[in-house]
């Protein structure tokens, strides 16, 4: 006659402590994640890029990690201790467009013209030293994640001036 003992099939003291183990490790993670979001460390951030050549300076504040939906900070700041005599030409790789929604400017370009993989966009010149640009933008809705890099220039006279490259994380 076979033994009725309920023992026979425990693993035994080692295995136990590895179960235990990899419980609290999993717990630990569960807690750790919603932690580390609280705290601002996976949330959305923005990032100051500044270029400077001769008399003028381009600073271009931008979201460097974003979500998918969700509103995107865009600013160009273009200062010129000279002023300004004629119109401010600001220059985009075509590529951003299919990552961001751009839903209003201000102030709004006097012309937009798209050249090849650019968009060129020109903007009458400011009263005083400084042209401040804003971008209303949100991440496109069907982006997952990923990692872009992309570039922005300003042109005077036709001729790239000012440039600067930027990148922008898209989490899910």
Excluded: C, H
């Excluded at 807690?31 to 949330?43: E, M, N, R, V, W």
């Excluded at 050249?115 to 809705?141: C, K, Q, T």
């Amino acid at each position: 006659m076979e033994s009725a003992s309920t023992l026979r099939d425990l693993k035994g003291l080692e295995t136990a402590r590895r179960g235990r183990l990899g419980r609290r490790a999993g717990l630990g993670i569960l807690i750790l994640l919603p932690a580390l979001s609280f705290l601002g460390i996976y949330g959305p951030s923005e990032r100051t890029e500044a270029t400077q050549d001769g008399p003028m300076k381009l600073n271009l504040t931008y979201g460097s990690v974003v979500r998918s939906g969700e509103a995107v900070p865009m600013e160009i700041t273009v200062t010129s201790t000279e002023g300004f005599e004629g119109p401010v030409t600001v220059v985009f790789e075509k590529e951003v467009f299919d990552r961001f929604d751009f839903q209003n400017w201000f102030p709004n370009p006097s012309s937009e013209v798209g050249e090849g993989a650019f968009v060129v966009y020109e903007f009458d010149p400011p009263e005083g030293d400084v042209l401040d640009v804003s971008l209303d933008a949100r991440v496109a809705p069907t982006q997952w994640g990923g990692r872009d890099e992309y570039a922005l220039w300003v042109e005077v006279d036709g001729q790239p001036t000012l440039r600067t490259d930027y990148t922008v994380w898209v989490i899910p």
